[in-house]
């Protein structure tokens, strides 16, 4: 008993000493991201590599980490908060936790559309959500918009993942901006009687399904895809192989697309390094890392895209508001149940 | 007048250690008397009625499923002999060193539509999408196989502990009064394992109500994905707790049925240490059919997920495995050792406090600070981000008030925080085997000890706790597994640039790059089978083996 005692003791010491150890560094920035650490830590390590600025890292699910931010209060630890959806960004700007930065470099780096109207936030890298069809097999003549795949020569040949996902959460908070609630509602009630399996898997998952003939079409972000063709992997590669990009809506609004972003938050201690931060992620170099290595779009006009994404042929975006994906998320949820989309 | 001061020292320190422990959980449920909202009333007419629905059959189903190989192999390998045994009593633990969620990913690259098993049989028969029956991986009878396989250890332990417990004596009256072994085995050894078995049981059914990942990646829709929809999805945190105190309900139940099984019968072993029973020379062919059920869960719940585990690891190894990778395996290591020695004397102390003041406040308190482990992580880890934050920003506004002087965050962002989210998660796991254990050793033994002179402390230090032995390695090293595996907690309450290998295979595997979340799986299964062999030697070397 007595040695267990001891061991405990030891235990809370150490545990009370690296609390407290938390190395401080003259000049550094702390970031809470939902981007992976290995879709991010490259980019800050070359961050500090030119600045001498040290920053400090977690990683986690975005609604987590802004509930962490919201009750550390004025205390916060985190300079940085990065999301990979703008809908997330509109959420943490309403819950009152970020600062407004004022930067020209980013103004001019940043189209209007992919940030925040009053400078809360600033997209990093654009992520488009296309359809996707096995060659041979679709016309591409058959597609136009997202709202003609719930028409009734789509039944039971359509692909797509759970309506948890954010990404289906903002397609469909996407629509409800331009089509209302009531349209929004008839859509989603056809589309789901469209859908060929239960909705399961990621996006890699719906586009190896339509490959391998479980439906003719699939919905999925443009990196997966990317990824999937440049794999090691011959099946991820074939399955990709056989698929095309069809990118909808090139008549009206354009083809949806989400942001990967970053704000500053209020109770920062470090918002001048926070800012060079998200200043250094937005340059030539960054945009172009995000392009090589995730298959991302760049959000500078300046920057083109990757070879492989140039491939793919030039397409309209959704010019919307991104803040607009945040105000419809709740409802866009709610008409997914409704549906009985799962 | 000393008598008086020392109940009121245990009853004070348990009622404040369960009051601790509890604050996450009430945390989240305090949410709850927000009143009803749009969003609840939504809830209630599209997807609630799928919630409990699907959250029943997977209990039901899971139970079914963990139960029987549980028990079965259990049973084999105490009571029977056939070639094999010896390895099998240990080997059968294996699959509590896989996280569910892992295995749900490997199988599905397995025998999904795009997997290599169908691909085969498509090219094979030249058959075509909806030529053919397939079992779907990706449903809720796939969930229900996936969390069995992991999780019937748990059964099997706790119930093959139980059998070697019981003395030869009884067993060898009942077969010396005309019982065949059929009829000893169900009128006598499983009644009197049925306490052990419903801890089992029950702790395997906390599990499945408090996964994630399973479920979500099958897309069944249960309990733990509608709370995280309706809080992040919905951004409605009144409502998430409202579903979460659903979810309560039905571990409440759990664990009232769990307490009712354990009360029904209070089965205390004879005095002293006795041979095992004789075990059953079984004849080849039954020795056969023995082998084979002993074999197939280890096979499904082991041997195939590590070897597809181990091909990708391979494959991936040059990339991803570097100092990095060493890194996360001692932070892992050393999370794990701490919490479960912290756990298991925090066990200890509440499972002793309540021998000795079995009181209904007592037992309540317990009960309310093991509630933990069926809430999913998320919310666990939630609740202790909020008073955490609170009790540091207080702190904080009294130093700015006082001294002028800020603090800023003393605990958020700590380890500190992490263990004990932990804790509050992984208690019940030791303060059930702990319990269990102490319900065995009769209360004359501590009266003895009591009028021998000894204190309570003593009693515990001196009779119970060398009794206990194993139930404490055991109680030790369960914990040790499940803080290996957890992710959500270890995600949203890290410090700064901590990772463990839970988080690098998640968000690998997250970023649907299973191959290369393999190195850190498989990691953590190897952390894990330590633990899990030591765990089985001790359960049969502590004294049964003829």
Not at chain 2, 321 to 326: A, G, K, L, S
Request: charged share 15%.
């Amino acid at each position: 008993m007595f040695y267990k005692k001891n061991l405990l003791l030891t235990a809370l010491v150490s545990l009370v000493l690296s609390a407290i150890s938390s190395s401080v560094f003259a000049a550094e920035v702390n970031v809470y991201s939902a981007r992976k650490e290995a879709l991010i830590k490259p980019l800050i390590e070359q961050f500090s590599e030119q600045t001498g600025i040290h920053v400090n890292l977690i990683t986690g699910k975005a609604d987590a980490l802004l509930k962490r931010i919201e009750s550390e209060g004025r205390n916060t630890h985190a300079d940085v908060l990065i999301t990979t959806d703008a809908g997330r960004l509109y959420r943490a700007k309403s819950a009152g936790v970020l600062t407004r930065i004022q930067s020209d470099t980013l103004n001019r780096a940043i189209p209007d559309n992919f940030r925040d109207p009053e400078g809360y936030w600033y997209g990093l890298s654009v992520r488009a959500r296309p359809v996707f069809y096995v060659k041979g097999l679709v016309d591409p003549e058959e597609l136009s918009t997202y709202e003609s795949l719930a028409e009734n020569q789509f039944k039971k040949r359509i692909c797509i993942r759970s309506s948890n996902n954010i990404y289906n959460q903002s397609l469909v908070a996407s629509m409800l901006a331009v089509n209302g609630k009531e349209k929004t509602q008839q859509w989603a009630n056809d589309f789901v009687k469209n859908l060929a399996i239960k909705p399961k898997g990621g996006d890699r998952d719906q586009i190896k399904a339509a490959a391998a003939g479980q439906c003719d079409i699939a919905i999925a972000n443009t990196y997966y895809f990317g990824k999937m063709l440049t794999s090691k992997k011959s099946n991820q590669k074939q399955a990709a192989a056989a698929m095309a990009i069809f990118w909808p809506n090139q008549n009206d609004r354009g083809t949806h697309v989400n942001i990967s972003g970053a704000a500053v938050t209020k109770f920062g201690k470090n918002k001048a390094n926070a800012q060079k931060l998200i200043e250094f992620l937005s340059s030539k170099e960054s945009q172009r890392w995000y392009a090589d290595v995730n298959f991302e779009y760049p959000v500078r006009r300046d920057v083109p895209p990757s070879d492989l994404l140039m491939s793919w042929g030039e397409f309209k975006a959704d010019s919307i508001n991104l803040n607009q994906l945040g105000v419809n998320n709740t409802e866009a949820v709610k008409i997914m149940d409704r549906a009985g989309w799962r | 007048m000393i008598i008086k001061l020392e109940i009121d020292r245990w009853r004070m320190g348990l009622a404040a250690i369960s009051l601790l422990f509890s604050i996450p959980v009430i945390v989240i449920l305090s949410s709850v008397f927000h009143g009803v909202g749009d969003n609840w009333i939504h809830l209630v007419d599209t997807v609630l009625a799928d919630y409990v629905t699907h959250s029943l059959i997977l209990m039901f189903g899971v139970s079914i499923g963990t139960l029987s190989i549980g028990v079965t192999t259990a049973w084999l390998t105490s009571f029977c002999d056939f070639p094999g045994r010896k390895f099998f009593q240990w080997a059968l633990l294996l699959p509590l060193a896989v996280p569910a969620y892992i295995i749900a990913y490997t199988y599905t690259g397995m025998l999904d539509f795009t997997g290599p098993v169908q691909t085969f049989l498509r090219e094979w028969f030249g058959w075509r999408a909806g030529d053919y029956w397939f079992p779907e991986i990706r449903s809720i009878g796939g969930a229900i196989s996936m969390l069995s396989l992991v999780l019937y250890p748990y059964v099997y332990l706790l119930s093959r502990a139980a059998f070697l417990e019981q003395s030869s004596i009884t067993l060898e009256a009942s077969r010396s009064l005309g019982m065949g072994p059929w009829k000893s085995f169900f009128y006598i050894a499983l009644p009197m394992a049925r306490p052990a078995i419903i801890t089992g049981l029950s702790l395997a059914l906390m599990e499945t109500l408090a996964d994630f990942g399973t479920v979500e990646y099958f897309g069944v829709s249960t309990f733990t994905t509608g709370i995280f929809r309706t809080w992040f999805g919905l951004g409605d945190a009144s409502a998430a707790s409202q579903l979460a105190s659903i979810l309560l309900l039905f571990v409440f139940i759990l664990i009232i049925m769990e307490r009712f099984s354990r009360r029904q019968a209070r089965y205390h072993q004879p005095l002293g240490r006795q041979a095992h029973a004789q075990r059953f020379q079984l004849k080849p062919g039954r020795a056969w059919l023995a082998f084979m059920a002993c074999l197939l869960p280890l096979l499904s719940g082991f041997a195939l997920p590590f070897s597809q585990l181990l091909i990708w690891t391979v494959e991936t190894a040059e990339e991803m495995i570097n100092d990095d990778f060493y890194v996360l395996i001692i932070n892992s290591l050393s999370l794990a050792v701490v919490t479960s020695i912290m756990a298991l004397c925090l066990a200890l102390f509440m499972g002793y406090g309540q021998r000795l003041h079995n009181t209904m406040f007592m037992k309540f308190m317990v009960r309310v600070a093991s509630m933990g482990y069926a809430i999913p992580g998320t919310v666990i880890a939630i609740g202790v981000v909020i008073p955490f934050a609170w009790l540091d920003n207080s702190i904080d506004s009294w130093t700015r008030d006082q001294f002028d002087f800020s603090t800023g965050l003393l605990f958020s962002g700590t380890l500190f925080a992490l263990v004990f989210s932990y804790l509050v998660r992984f208690l019940a796991v030791s303060v059930g085997s702990v319990e269990s254990s102490l319900g065995k050793i009769k209360p004359s033994m501590d009266d003895a000890a009591r009028s021998m002179g000894l204190k309570p402390l003593q009693v515990l230090q001196k009779i119970h706790i060398p009794i206990m032995r194993s139930s404490l390695l055991t109680a030790l090293l369960l914990v040790f597994v499940d803080i290996l595996k957890e992710l959500p907690a270890t995600l949203l309450l890290r410090p700064f640039n901590f990772n463990t290998l839970a988080v690098r295979a998640y968000e690998l595997a997250a970023d649907e790059r299973l191959a290369d979340a393999a190195s850190a799986a498989i990691m953590i299964v190897l952390t894990g089978i330590i633990p899990v062999i030591l765990l089985s030697l001790s359960i049969s070397k502590n004294r049964y083996e003829p």
